[in-house]
T-cell receptor, first 114, second 113 residues
Framework: DGGITQSPKYLFRKEGQNVTLSCEQN?????MYWYRQDPGQGLRLIYY???????QKGDIAEGYSVSREKKESFPLTVTSAQKNPTAFYLC?????????????FGDGTRLSIL | QKEVEQDPGPLSVPEGAIVSLNCTYS??????FMWYRQYSRKGPELLMY????GNKEDGRFTAQVDKSSKYISLFIRDSQPSDSATYLC?????????????FGSGTQLTVLP
């Protein structure tokens, strides 16, 4: 089945620790996105990538880093510089050509502080 | 002021009711409009996608767009308990923009059996 796979489903971070969230898609989508979702605030864009080896900051990139070495993979690292990392993290992807294609989402990773 | 405003609810209706969910926006450059449904602890699922003013129907769901008033709605007919979820409106940045989507904050809906 084609889709977007996020792992792990739940993740716990200790103080001062970096953690990496995985996002893999087999939809052959060009563009990939990371969002953070907090209660009552909707989705806020962290980083996005249109093509391999290229990515741009979104609205809340501070304390996060990404890489895009393969078309199907877009991992997100939450660094120790992110002081309030507890949230639900969502990865999305879409075709970047052929008009304004909608985004499709994975089932998220819930990150909590120990 | 947020670019997209959405009433957070919560909204509670009896089974079989017609549900109306709404968003307003301030950026007249938005061209494409989407509704996503999000169940608890799951990712958003695309329900409706439209780019023109007027109505688009898909089964029990109707999406309505009024660009002159900067107002979009999602109607759910014959609502079912399985429709209980958070509904997110989303709008696309101008064509060609890589960022693409601006989201409302979501409306939490409960359909009571």
């Amino acid at each position: 089945d084609g889709g977007i796979t996020q792992s792990p489903k739940y993740l716990f971070r200790k103080e001062g620790q970096n953690v990496t969230l995985s996002c893999e898609q087999n939809l052959n989508h060009d563009a990939m996105y990371w969002y953070r979702q907090d209660p009552g605030q909707g989705l806020r864009l962290i980083y996005y990538s249109q093509i391999v080896n290229d990515f741009q900051k979104g609205d809340i990139a501070e304390g996060y880093s990404v890489s895009r070495e393969k078309k199907e993979s877009f991992p997100l690292t939450v660094t120790s510089a992110q002081k309030n990392p507890t949230a639900f993290y969502l990865c999305a992807s879409r075709y970047a050509t052929g008009g304004n294609q909608p985004q499709h989402f994975g089932d998220g990773t819930r990150l909590s502080i120990l | 002021q947020k670019e997209v405003e959405q009433d957070p609810g919560p909204l509670s209706v009896p089974e079989g009711a017609i549900v109306s969910l709404n968003c307003t926006y301030s950026n007249s450059a938005f061209q494409y409009f989407m509704w996503y449904r999000q169940y608890s602890r799951k990712g958003p699922e695309l329900l409706m996608y439209t780019y023109s003013s007027g109505n688009k129907e898909d089964g029990r769901f109707t999406a309505q767009v009024d660009k002159s008033s900067k107002y979009i709605s999602l109607f759910i007919r014959d609502s079912q308990p399985s429709d209980s979820a958070t509904y997110l409106c989303a709008m696309s940045s101008p064509p060609g923009s890589a960022r693409q989507l601006t989201f409302g904050s979501g409306t939490q809906l409960t359909v009571l059996p």
